[in-house]
Nanobody, 118 residues
Framework: QVQLVESGGGLVQAGGSLRLSCAAGGRSFSRNTMGWFRQAPGKEREFVAG???????DYADSMKGRFTIARYNAKNTVYLQMNSLKPEDTAVYYC????????????WGQGTQVTVSS
């Protein structure tokens, strides 16, 4: 099993930056695809960014050029660097893990609130 704990959320002004961290516990972290999702009030959870065990990344179109996902396997940590934040980025951000043998993200963190003021 994989345990995920997010941190780094908070209140920022529009145009500002924030870095989220996700600490992962459990076996074979380095083989997991890691992802970030978000959910705004009244909306469905949406994909933000993902990174495979070998470093391939994927981003939602609205995040490209603004958000960067990275991982540091030696610390069992994945990061989401968020730049040029917009009020519409306000949401609870979740870290998720997909083991290499799984077809979906099966492990989720508790979420961290990101609020962007205008």
């Amino acid at each position: 099993q994989v345990q995920l704990v997010e941190s780094g959320g908070g209140l920022v002004q529009a145009g500002g930056s924030l870095r989220l961290s996700c600490a992962a516990g459990g076996r074979s972290f380095s083989r997991n695809t890691m992802g970030w999702f978000r959910q705004a009030p009244g909306k469905e959870r949406e994909f933000v960014a993902g990174i495979t065990w070998n470093g391939m990344t994927d981003y939602a179109d609205s995040m490209k050029g603004r958000f960067t996902i990275a991982r540091y396997n030696a610390k069992n940590t994945v990061y989401l660097q968020m730049n040029s934040l917009k009020p519409e980025d306000t949401a609870v951000y979740y870290c998720a893990a997909k083991p290499v043998s799984n077809l979906s993200y099966d492990y989720w963190g508790q979420g961290t609130q990101v609020t962007v003021s205008s």
